[in-house]
């Protein structure tokens, strides 16, 4: 029998401390969404008493059902020298209106009387008064004991009575912080050992940062002693170096440790998630994360490659599709013919791998890979692809040219646009204004193209992304732009890469038209 | 006293089994003096026997005079069934003419029969022999035991006798390689303390490698063990998710483990060495890298940031300055008055939190925020949005207006650019053309400005960035663009925001110039 963890996210509050980590509303209600399905144990939400946004949040979250996962609040012990009941912040986070609340409390003698500037004692009234009047109003309690370690190893009697004072108050956890990530594996391990003695093993908790490149080994080792309850980020994201990585932690946890935990039968979706939350985050995905990063199991020597051959196991140490991931051999870097198959059958093309066709079509993708193209999520642009590539494209319009600009005079800005298309030897010349040159050509491409068909009324962009593939190209490197369209029925994905933001802005805004004509 | 360890550096060798990385000739040489002149013990320059280039270096890297590092030729012990002598392999790493050979070989039992295809007496013959053989010919032997925590579960007496062998052979060094990085930091432990009880505490090493996100973390539970020689890579490259850290690994073993190696004194090159690494190989810096990340030292919450302002230790577990980092303070919404008044001191403005203008530039800032800007990245921008705050502002060019237009007329495609700025009551009116809206809007701006500005002729754009806001409002999103910008000198970035594009590219691209106007 593996013994249960639980699995505490705080993504939306210490991982939005990380240099360019930034999440809208929208952003961290589909968060929150996502890792409940996912099926972490407690969510938190945000710091209301820091920033308005997460109060806006607190608010909307509410109209969420959530299957499994407690919502948490996180905020700080009252002011020293009142009331609890009297604490602005403390009320916030009641205002907040969440099964859980997170707050942090001073461990170290040095923090209490040169930062927080009151006494020893008062600190421990802060604890205590705040913890029992949370609990009073009905919350469960999660206490984080911020610097644990670096308070201990100062004065660790008084450390401990910080954690006393806290289950006085009735708190149901005790999370032991690392907050500066500076402690070493042996040191920590044998604290926790001590707290678990001490107070119980059924409500320790840790929480570690990877300023020494420890913050997985920290947790891990947390584990081993006894704590139960984990804290961490989604790709480790953070303050400084980050948080511990929660999607490397899991399935060692859960693949090697001999732990459980709700989320563990969800496992093998692990890479698609970290992969939802770089796309949210703007950032480029560590190829090199460990179990889910596109390189995790990517085998480069031929020496390596061909042992992984004979013998699976040999060079991997898991079954990369335990968590979503698979083995790749870059030296034929590409997927395999039979995939690619797969593939063009899965999007309606009677074509089997045999197929003469296959080949060309295997070299234009090789080709488009190669600039920089990814089909993940275009598969309305793949469709396309294929369809060119095994003769049985279908023109709908030809493109003579396009001409858009951009003008600013004074504090104003216009973009207008010109298109110039052919259908049926017909030539369609259009123009269009609006805010940005993307929208300017979408308009002046549906006025030319709206009134032989229709249906393209119906057509939505729902989502435009800009990914720069060479950034140190400065301002002429190559562009990678995904479309997102909808037309109440379906949604696809299409893309374009270019060096011009603008051409390849183009090519997926008339792969989505193309593709709509197509299903029409 | 702190004991000594021996810094083993494989980055020429296992790094550049890393997706991506690529070093030529040339690249590899200058790695071999910059490592020297750091000090480590030994350098692994190459595989000779498994490719042509690293041939070459082996001849080539004989006319740098090293200081004080050993080169080390790497390769494998002799097949199967013929003698030493007569192994072409063998008779390569002793053309290198290294003073020092390493060889790898089996441990594992399975590898042994499964991959090598030979019998478990065969193999020990081979080790024997083959290190025996590199040993008479004058060489400084170390052994890399392959697979050795995995071997060593399997058959723990067979992973003995492989180590037996070794040392009957006359090597200097039993490394001990996690080859999978599979293995979790306890399990390592115990398992390389009985080696160093066994066969002596004196000639053991280890290598690890970061599959569980444990690379650092083994490598110092191996050092606590009794290892006395590291292998590792200059910022983790190597295969699949990386070797161990090595400038992660060494601050921890000078500055929290009391263990000291020829190349602590130059500690404070650490991060200076990191670039240099990251430079050769195109790879961007990774910001979040323990100790030496551009973001390692970097606060943002408010709190942090104040407190940290109190007690300097209280948020940073060592000195940055000792691995050649330092501090940063954040500017987001959460920041409170206290870091944004220490962040404008940082940037050069005598103020303090009382001030009355300070009120004016967090209200400034706050609005900019919530519309989208974000300066954690673009302390250029921040600084002259300071100076207009404070009143402090100098205007260098007004601009009157600018035009740019991207027209494709069949398959090519044309970016030009107009450009309209007044400076000293003089018209300015320039045009160029690039491939893209933006590279054409730059050389329009240099076109005016250069001839007035020549410093600006050393501007250059280093990293453009794009980022969508909420894509979900289509073409016409918000839109952030960063650009980051050098003058072979300094760099500093900058940032734009709009609905459009490219007015947003427009103002970070008129920022980097007017900060590079304000700095000369």
């Given amino acids: 029998m593996s013994s249960a963890v639980k699995i505490y996210d705080t993504t939306l509050r210490d991982g939005t401390q990380g240099e360019g980590i930034s999440f809208s509303v929208t952003d961290k209600l589909l968060i929150t969404e996502k890792l409940d399905q996912f099926g972490v144990d407690y969510i938190e939400g945000g710091f209301p008493g820091s920033n308005p946004r997460d109060i806006t949040y607190f608010q909307e979250v509410r109209k969420l059902k959530l299957k499994h996962a407690k919502l948490a609040a996180f905020g700080s012990t009252r002011r020293a020298g009142i009331k609890a009941s009297e604490d602005a912040q403390l009320k916030t986070l009641l205002d907040s209106d969440t099964p859980v609340v997170t707050i942090v409390g001073k461990t170290s003698t040095l923090h209490v009387t040169e930062i927080l500037r009151t006494t020893l004692e008062e600190n421990l009234a802060m604890i205590e008064d705040s913890v029992s009047y949370l609990v009073s109003q009905g919350r469960e309690v999660i206490y984080d004991a911020e610097h644990f370690f670096d308070g201990y190893k100062l004065d660790p009697d008084y ?113 698609e998630l970290s992969l939802y939350f ?55 870097d590409m997927a395999g013919r039979s995939s690619i198959a797969m593939k063009a059958r899965e999007l309606g093309f009677a074509i089997d791998e045999k197929d003469p066709a296959m080949k060309t079509l295997i070299d234009e993708l090789k080709e488009l890979e190669f600039r920089g193209y990814e089909f993940e999520a275009a598969d309305a642009s793949l469709k396309l692809l294929m369809s060119r590539a095994l003769g049985q494209a279908k023109s709908f319009f030809e493109v003579e040219g396009y001409r858009v600009s951009v003008e600013r005079r004074g504090s104003d800005t216009v973009s207008e646009a010109t298109v110039k298309l052919k259908i049926n030897g017909e030539s369609l010349h259009t123009v269009a204004e609006c805010t940005g040159p993307v929208g300017a050509l979408d308009k002046a491409l549906r006025l030319a193209l709206e009134n032989i068909y229709p249906q393209l009324k119906q057509l939505e962009l729902r989502d435009y992304k800009v990914r720069i593939l060479d950034s140190r190209a400065g301002a002429n490197a190559r562009t990678r732009v995904f479309i997102e369209s909808g037309d109440g029925k379906d949604i696809w994905g299409t893309v374009g890469v270019s060096d011009n933001i603008i051409d390849a802005s183009w090519e997926a805004l008339t792969d989505a038209i193309n593709y709509k004509l197509l299903q029409a």
Avoid: W
């Fill in 159 to 271: 450390a401990f009575k910080t954690l006393a004072a806290v289950l006085r108050g009735g708190a149901s956890n005790l999370t032991l912080c690392d907050t500066n990530g500076g402690t070493l594996v042996d040191d920590f391990k044998s604290i926790i050992a001590r707290v678990v003695k001490e107070f119980g093993g059924d409500k320790v908790g840790v929480h570690c940062h990877n300023d020494s490149g420890l913050g997985v080994a920290l947790t891990l080792a947390g584990i081993d002693a006894g704590a139960v309850l984990v804290q961490g980020t989604a790709n480790g994201y953070g303050e400084r170096t980050g948080n511990a990585n929660l999607f490397t932690v899991l399935p060692s946890l859960f693949l090697k440790m001999n732990r459980t935990a709700n989320c563990a039968k969800n496992l093998h979706e692990l890479r």
């Fill in 278 to 332: 770089d796309e949210l985050a703007n950032l480029k995905p560590d190829t090199k994360a460990p179990y889910i990063g596109a390189s995790a199991f990517a085998h480069k020597g031929g020496l390596h490659a061909n042992a992984a051959q004979k013998v699976k196991s040999s060079y991997e140490h898991i079954d990369p599709s335990l968590v979503g991931n698979h083995t790749r051999v870059l030296v034929s």
